[in-house]
């Protein structure tokens, strides 16, 4: 396994909030502890604080989660809302690892490795667990110029072992489901417009059928239309039993797919902070039914 | 086309008997006489002798089919330790193995002549900066693939000629100009003659020194892809030094951060860029961004 193992070793005591910040309130699942968890739970995050040591201007130690635990069952759809700055995608980069945990836990229950706490796992499991079992789905499609829309979502395929003709009948199948031109399936997305790459970034992500979906506001460039499209693809997803966690703005797209939601709040004037400038702590708290 | 149950067997031996195709720990070299004091020092220069260390304390692991990226300042030791771990330079301190080699037998580093040559000339290839460092510019190209070969151990005049127009149509160059000199070649060709060179052994290990850099953005793009093709059609681990961060994230799976001479941190690649914890780090994405 990779050196150093577990990074929050040499990290101990420095900025860590564990236990000591704002209590959790009413979580969908309950924050529990790791052996009396459900079995069913398939993320279970425990005190997960991320804040941002700054030294480029001056010192700032920045938060943007604070103590911050749920669970989330298996098939389960985790919407999570929350005004701007929240920490939302903080907390689904947490969670993919692009962000590394300050502290606390994230446990997944990998179908590979068995429990595995993504929060500091080494960066090789990580890798394998991105290419089979993890997909997320970012605001904006980033991918490498002068790459085929087709190769582009068929590349996902490549490490799971698939041929490259296998490959990309199976992402002409799901580009053709999400309605994307059959003249456009050569074309680089870099061209497309701002609708079409988002339905190419779904692709990405969904033609690996990722037993844990990460989204990132996938609707947002959407027309209505589309939108349709794009729910039906993700209630279909959830049918074959992937776990999805997704940021959504559309309060109707998230009625319409989410089994629980997670609100994420800035608390001001939070006690205990010692840090200097924004100091911000999150709470979580149900969705008003 | 491989089946179903294939493809399981192979993803999950991929994962359980992973071992590093490269182990490096320790690695240090310098410049200079050397005394006790250098053994717990601060900087890069030894205040006792005035020695001046290149890398200090470098250890990481590289392993099959994955890109590494190394990204760091000039004069940060890249290049150095690339040139220790080819036996170009010798290290001064440290432990390089190849578990595969002979059932990973000790330190390489500290190997005999002929043993490195061995393994330099079966298991490794190297793309330099500098076109002058890796090609023979009064040897015609097809005379330098054919160098390496016979390095490797292949004698037959025929084998050779046919491996090297295959080459040179690998990396795309002109068929009629195999036996030209590379002098008369632009920067862009003598880089991808080189790559041709390097790849002539079939290694599974290449050492890629800022292969893009000096070339315009089109030639840059081009070679970018055929590392690209490279890794995914040959599984060919790479170690990848750039100072160009668009290049490591459109490469790199995992990047390595040097300054002044040490390994300052290493992680997922889009963990380094977006959440770049050492000071050094945090100004060099910034810096680029």
């Given at each position: 396994?990779?050196?150093?193992g577990?990074?929050?070793?040499?990290?101990?005591?420095?900025?860590?909030?564990?236990?000591?910040?704002?209590?959790?309130?009413?979580?969908?699942?309950?924050?529990?502890?790791?052996?009396?968890?459900?079995?069913e739970?398939?993320?279970?995050?425990?005190?997960?604080?991320?804040?941002?040591?700054?030294?480029?201007?001056?010192?700032?130690?920045?938060?943007?989660?604070?103590?911050?635990?749920?669970?989330?069952?298996?098939?389960?759809?985790?919407?999570?809302?929350?005004?701007?700055g929240?920490?939302?995608?903080?907390?689904?980069k947490?969670?993919?690892?692009?962000?590394?945990?300050?502290?606390?836990?994230?446990?997944?229950?990998?179908?590979?490795?068995?429990?595995?706490?993504?929060?500091?796992?080494?960066?090789?499991?990580?890798?394998?667990?991105?290419?089979?079992?993890i997909?997320?789905?970012?605001?904006?499609?980033?991918?490498?110029?002068?790459?085929?829309?087709?190769?582009?979502?068929?590349?996902?395929?490549?490490?799971?072992?698939?041929?490259?003709?296998?490959?990309?009948?199976?992402?002409?199948?799901?580009l053709?489901?999400?309605?994307?031109?059959?003249?456009?399936?050569?074309?680089?997305?870099?061209?497309?417009?701002?609708?079409?790459?988002?339905?190419?970034?779904?692709?990405?992500a969904?033609?690996?059928?990722?037993?844990?979906?990460?989204?990132?506001?996938p609707?947002?460039?959407?027309?209505?239309?589309?939108?349709?499209?794009?729910?039906?693809?993700?209630?279909?997803?959830?049918?074959?039993?992937?776990?999805?966690?997704?940021?959504?703005?559309?309060?109707?797209?998230?009625?319409?797919?989410?089994?629980?939601?997670?609100?994420?709040?800035?608390?001001?004037g939070?006690?205990?902070?010692?840090?200097?400038?924004?100091?911000?702590g999150?709470?979580?708290?149900?969705?008003?039914? | 086309?491989?089946?179903?149950?294939?493809?399981?067997?192979?993803?999950?031996?991929?994962?359980?008997?992973?071992?590093?195709?490269?182990?490096?720990?320790?690695?240090?070299?310098?410049?200079?006489?050397?005394?006790?004091?250098?053994?717990?020092?601060?900087?890069?220069?030894?205040?006792?002798?005035?020695?001046?260390?290149?890398?200090?304390?470098?250890?990481?692991?590289?392993?099959?089919?994955?890109?590494?990226?190394?990204?760091?300042?000039?004069?940060?030791?890249?290049?150095?330790?690339?040139?220790?771990?080819?036996?170009?330079?010798?290290?001064?301190?440290?432990?390089?193995?190849?578990?595969?080699?002979?059932?990973?037998?000790?330190?390489?580093?500290?190997?005999?002549?002929?043993?490195q040559?061995?393994?330099?000339?079966?298991?490794m290839?190297?793309?330099?900066?500098?076109?002058?460092?890796?090609l023979?510019?009064?040897?015609?190209?097809?005379?330098?693939?054919?160098?390496?070969?016979?390095?490797?151990?292949?004698?037959?005049?025929g084998?050779?000629?046919?491996?090297?127009?295959?080459?040179?149509?690998?990396?795309?160059?002109?068929?009629?100009?195999?036996?030209?000199?590379?002098?008369?070649?632009?920067?862009?060709?003598?880089?991808?003659?080189?790559?041709?060179?390097?790849?002539?052994?079939?290694?599974?290990?290449?050492?890629l020194?800022?292969?893009?850099?000096?070339?315009?953005?089109?030639?840059?793009?081009?070679?970018?892809?055929?590392?690209?093709?490279?890794?995914?059609e040959?599984?060919?681990?790479?170690?990848?030094?750039?100072?160009?961060?668009?290049?490591?994230?459109?490469?790199?799976?995992?990047?390595?951060?040097?300054?002044?001479?040490?390994?300052?941190?290493?992680?997922?690649?889009?963990?380094?860029?977006?959440?770049?914890?050492?000071?050094?780090?945090?100004?060099?994405?910034?810096?680029?961004l």
């Amino acid at each position: 396994m990779g050196r150093g193992g577990c990074y929050k070793d040499r990290q101990a005591g420095s900025h860590c909030y564990e236990g000591m910040g704002i209590p959790v309130t009413a979580l969908p699942g309950g924050s529990k502890g790791r052996d009396k968890k459900e079995e069913e739970a398939i993320l279970s995050l425990e005190s997960v604080t991320k804040s941002f040591h700054l030294t480029l201007t001056r010192t700032i130690e920045l938060y943007a989660l604070r103590d911050l635990s749920f669970t989330v069952g298996r098939g389960e759809f985790l919407g999570i809302t929350g005004p701007s700055g929240a920490g939302k995608s903080s907390l689904l980069k947490c969670i993919y690892r692009t962000y590394r945990p300050t502290c606390g836990h994230i446990w997944y229950e990998s179908a590979r490795y068995g429990s595995v706490d993504l929060a500091c796992a080494p960066e090789r499991q990580i890798i394998h667990l991105r290419a089979g079992e993890i997909g997320y789905v970012s605001q904006f499609l980033k991918v490498i110029p002068r790459v085929a829309a087709v190769d582009v979502v068929a590349e996902r395929l490549i490490p799971g072992g698939y041929s490259w003709p296998e490959a990309r009948r199976k992402a002409i199948e799901l580009l053709t489901r999400l309605h994307i031109p059959p003249e456009l399936w050569d074309a680089c997305p870099a061209t497309f417009s701002g609708g079409e790459q988002q339905r190419v970034n779904l692709a990405r992500a969904f033609i690996t059928r990722p037993r844990l979906l990460l989204l990132d506001e996938p609707t947002a460039s959407l027309d209505s239309a589309m939108k349709g499209h794009v729910i039906e693809i993700i209630k279909e997803i959830k049918k074959n039993g992937t776990t999805m966690v997704g940021i959504f703005h559309d309060r109707e797209v998230m009625d319409r797919v989410a089994d629980n939601v997670l609100e994420l709040n800035i608390v001001k004037g939070c006690s205990g902070s010692k840090a200097e400038g924004r100091a911000a702590g999150r709470e979580a708290a149900p969705w008003p039914q | 086309m491989m089946n179903q149950a294939g493809r399981a067997i192979a993803a999950v031996s991929a994962i359980n008997e992973e071992q590093p195709l490269l182990a490096v720990s320790g690695l240090g070299k310098r410049y200079g006489p050397g005394c006790p004091a250098c053994l717990d020092l601060q900087g890069q220069r030894c205040p006792q002798c005035g020695s001046l260390w290149a890398c200090y304390d470098i250890s990481f692991d590289l392993y099959p089919g994955e890109i590494l990226g190394l990204v760091g300042e000039s004069g940060s030791g890249k290049s150095t330790l690339l040139r220790c771990l080819y036996f170009e330079e010798e290290a001064t301190t440290g432990i390089m193995t190849i578990p595969s080699y002979q059932g990973g037998p000790a330190n390489l580093l500290a190997a005999s002549a002929q043993q490195q040559r061995y393994i330099r000339n079966h298991m490794m290839g190297m793309v330099f900066q500098n076109p002058w460092l890796g090609l023979r510019m009064h040897v015609s190209g097809g005379g330098n693939i054919a160098e390496k070969l016979l390095a490797a151990g292949v004698y037959h005049v025929g084998r050779i000629r046919t491996r090297a127009a295959e080459l040179w149509r690998q990396v795309e160059m002109p068929l009629p100009r195999l036996d030209e000199y590379p002098q008369n070649f632009s920067g862009g060709m003598q880089q991808r003659v080189q790559i041709a060179k390097a790849l002539a052994n079939k290694p599974p290990l290449l050492l890629l020194d800022e292969v893009t850099t000096g070339l315009d953005l089109s030639v840059q793009a081009r070679v970018l892809d055929l590392v690209r093709q490279i890794q995914r059609e040959l599984g060919v681990a790479m170690l990848l030094v750039s100072h160009d961060l668009a290049v490591i994230r459109m490469l790199a799976d995992r990047t390595m951060v040097m300054h002044q001479g040490r390994l300052v941190e290493q992680g997922l690649t889009d963990q380094v860029l977006e959440d770049p914890e050492h000071p050094y780090t945090q100004l060099l994405v910034r810096s680029l961004l």
